[in-house]
């Protein structure tokens, strides 16, 4: 019998973040990294809340984020993956199915290389899954909440990462 076209599970985007924690030279650096990594355009993000003791205020630029979705997605997140070898901890799953996990160094991935000038930075990746139908809690007249046997659980993505990516979750 056929799948319920309804209940397939597909990347709906993966967010690279990038917090710096200050303006400048090194901001502009890390924006840099992104760029050449993802190969799409980043933008800069701001600080909602005021800490003194680490020299940052609101509204301060203090960090960069790329959005990629479809193709793009996919491609990213399977050398993503290669450069966690292939391995993700099973913790790092939220209760509606999305999951995140942190690079240490952007030349571990697949086809970044080393510039002297840009140092070492590491990155955040997360991963926002959907189904058909999620539209109704974005949609702007007539919203709506997601059914509760409709909206992804950790073992169902699990399993999706598992089958269409290859990875092992531990």
């Known amino acids: 019998m056929a799948e319920n076209p309804m209940k397939i599970i597909r990347v709906e985007k993966v967010t690279v973040n990038m ?3 200050q303006t400048g030279e090194e ?3 890390a924006a840099t990294i992104l760029q050449n990594v993802t190969g799409a355009k980043p933008i800069m993000t701001e600080c909602k809340v005021k800490q003194p003791t680490w020299g940052i205020r609101e509204g301060l630029t203090i960090g960069t984020k790329v959005t990629l979705r479809g193709d793009k997605a996919a491609a990213f997140l399977k050398g ?3 450069a966690k070898d292939n391995k993700i901890k099973k913790k790092s799953f939220d209760k509606t199915g999305n999951f995140g996990f942190g690079i240490k160094e952007y030349i ?3 086809k970044a290389k080393y510039d002297p000038k840009l140092g070492i930075k590491g990155m955040d990746v997360l991963v926002t ?3 058909p139908g999620y ?3 974005k949609r702007k007249l ?3 909440k997601i059914e509760k046997g409709h909206v992804i659980k950790t073992e169902e993505a699990i399993e999706f990462v598992k089958r ?4 092992e979750v531990v």
């Open 19 to 21: 917090g710096v924690g």
């Open 27 to 29: 901001l502009k650096k």
């Open 80 to 82: 993503a993956f290669a």
């Open 108 to 110: 571990d991935l697949p």
């Open 129 to 131: 899954l959907e189904r």
């Open 135 to 137: 539209r109704v809690k």
């Open 142 to 144: 007539r919203k709506a």
């Open 164 to 167: 269409n990516f290859g990875v």
